[in-house]
């Protein structure tokens, strides 16, 4: 049985994995659709985690920005609300579905950071703010 690479030796394999996809030296075979998908994959995966774009558990998501939760299968930008109840609003402590304003019932098992914006479409929205 082969022992499970630890954090560091992950990282590094990640690190190696998105050299050669940006030097293009990893080279996938046409006739390895399995193995194609599977390169890609963990090219994908490799670029998301240094990126800071993986999944975490949500008892590590920060509680003051918006962030992206995954409750049930689904995905939504929510924000924490730390009121009970007492704030102006009258909203519960709890997840938040920005979009909806509910409050997310059961709570959400995992977050990660909202990406960044496109940077034509963000240019073009400060273009229309003038």
């Given amino acids: ?59 590590t998501a920060p509680k003051d920005v918006e962030v992206l939760v995954f409750d049930e299968g689904v995905i939504t930008i929510s924000l924490w609300i730390d009121e009970d109840g007492e704030g102006d609003d009258g909203r519960l402590k709890g997840w938040w579905e920005q979009s909806s304003n509910s409050l997310i019932d059961p709570p959400p098992t995992h977050w990660m950071p909202l990406p960044d914006p496109p940077v034509a479409l963000l240019a073009s929205a400060q273009d229309g703010e003038k």
């Fill in 1 to 59: 049985m082969t022992p499970e690479p630890s954090e560091r030796e992950q990282q590094i394999e990640q690190a190696d994995i998105i050299t050669r996809v940006a030097n293009g030296s990893l080279l996938l075979k046409l006739n390895d659709p399995e193995g194609t998908r599977s390169a890609l994959l963990a090219g994908a995966s490799a670029l998301r985690s240094s990126a800071g774009l993986a999944w975490q558990p949500i008892e």
